[in-house]
């Protein structure tokens, strides 16, 4: 798996975001994001039927597997969105929690686009 990483792995960009509490009478919030954070990844695509039986429940139309190093677990819990090749997407989550398996030293995620509903 290391020399699979070493060579066909590239930069994804995941951003953080911190929510400031501006009213607690009122409940108004706001959310920053914050600068980006490069990691190296195994990026490949999903198709449709795998999308259907690896993410139940999840109405998109693209999405995508990735595998990082155990040491970003943090990062990918905390993220806030994943921006790969121009693109921005979320972590699949369950009950607001972020599903993904852990592998020896690497961690298997899925993530996709949000779509929007008419």
């Known amino acids: ?9 590239e930069k994804i960009l995941i951003y953080l975001s911190v929510q400031t ?9 706001s959310q920053s994001i914050l600068p980006s954070l ?6 490949s695509d999903l198709g449709f ?3 259907q039986w690896k993410m ?5 139309s693209k999405a995508k597997e990735i595998i990082i190093k155990k040491k970003h677990e943090n990062l990918l819990k905390l993220s806030y969105k994943i921006r790969i ?5 979320q972590g699949w989550t369950i009950s607001g929690r972020l599903q993904y398996r852990i592998e020896d030293e690497y961690l298997r995620a ?6 929007l509903s008419d």
């Open 85 to 89: 090749d121009g693109e921005d997407y």
């Open 49 to 51: 039927s795998s999308i």
């Open 21 to 29: 509490v501006e009213d607690p009478f009122e409940k108004n919030s």
């Open 1 to 9: 798996m290391d020399n699979l990483f070493k060579d066909s792995s």
């Open 56 to 60: 139940p429940g999840v109405l998109t």
């Open 110 to 115: 899925y993530v996709y686009l949000k779509q």
């Open 38 to 43: 490069p990691i190296d990844a195994i990026v």
